[in-house]
């Protein structure tokens, strides 16, 4: 997710995601990347094999329209752990997670809202392998084609129970929280942690949606330590973080992604430093 008057900035920082990994971010300069082909731009339809309901998701991608039009490692990331709840919980470090949600999804169906969802295959695939009702959210100029891909699983989410909603949310702005509302079971997002200067409308978001039992699953593959640390002391003032998995490193890189579990200060009847979990 970025912020549309950054547009310009998206094929810089797709230059940047593109890699799996930047292993150390030096002052003054960027530390070469290793990772797909830059220089790909036109439409491309992708078809992701889902095993656990013997259904592919088609997935439409846009690279040259910046970066929530193209799928990044830790989306592809989740929902290999998705599918792999649906087939075998035993195998899905989301088990612990979910298994909170038994008695909700036993009664209706588990609902979720995905930030930053770009091109919408972690929610379309959470929709279809939950049977879960989704809400969808990335900046205004990315919905159509959210919707777009919604469109095309159609059938898919149908015949699994699985329902989407797609809404414009701009982080940290109160009028777009609003409108969406705050009814949600869980939060999902992948490779949301990229621009420093969304830190802050991200954790503001974050503070508004996790109250009472709602939590947070983030996929995240590490690129700059220095932001990292930055986002993460932030964030840990907020919320109990744990990370509950990590990917073995794909090749030509030394870190893999990892999925981390963040749930409001507030849970356990500490205070929250700004009270907004209540």
């Known amino acids: 997710m970025t912020i549309k008057s950054d547009e310009e900035d998206d094929l810089n920082f797709m230059n940047v995601l593109q890699g799996d990994v930047l292993e150390e971010e030096e002052e ?6 290793v990772g797909e082909d830059t ?20 997935i439409r ?42 008695n909700v999804s036993q009664n209706s169906p588990l ?84 621009q420093d200067h969304l830190f802050d409308p991200l954790l503001k978001t974050l503070q508004f949606y996790l109250r009472n039992n709602t939590v947070f699953v983030m996929a995240h593959l590490k690129r700059w330590k220095k932001k990292d640390s930055v986002f993460f002391k932030k964030a840990r003032k907020l919320f109990d973080i744990d990370m509950i998995h990590s990917d073995p490193p794909s090749s030509g890189s030394r870190i893999g992604v990892a999925v981390y579990h963040f749930k409001c200060k507030c849970q356990d009847g500490s205070k929250s430093k700004i009270n907004v979990c209540s």
């Open 39 to 58: 220089d790909v731009q036109e439409e491309l339809e992708q078809h992701y094999f889902l095993g656990s309901i013997k259904s592919s998701v088609m």
């Open 111 to 194: 609902r979720i809202l995905e930030l930053g969802s770009g091109t919408g295959l972690v929610g379309i695939t959470a929709a279809a392998t939950l049977g879960a009702s989704v809400t969808l959210t990335d900046l205004p100029y990315v919905v159509p084609n959210l919707q777009f891909n919604v469109d095309a699983n159609c059938n898919t989410l149908t015949l699994n129970g699985g329902t989407i909603n797609v809404a414009a949310l701009r982080w940290g702005e109160a009028e777009d929280m609003e409108s969406i509302g705050r009814e949600f079971d869980l939060l999902l997002a992948s490779d949301v942690v990229y």
């Open 61 to 102: 991608q846009v690279p040259s329209e910046g970066i929530p039009f193209k799928l990044w490692p830790a989306a592809k990331s989740l929902v290999n752990h998705l599918d792999k709840y649906r087939l075998d919980p035993s195998s899905s470090p989301l088990t612990l997670i979910f298994s909170a949600f038994s």
């Open 28 to 33: 003054g300069r960027e530390a070469t990347l």
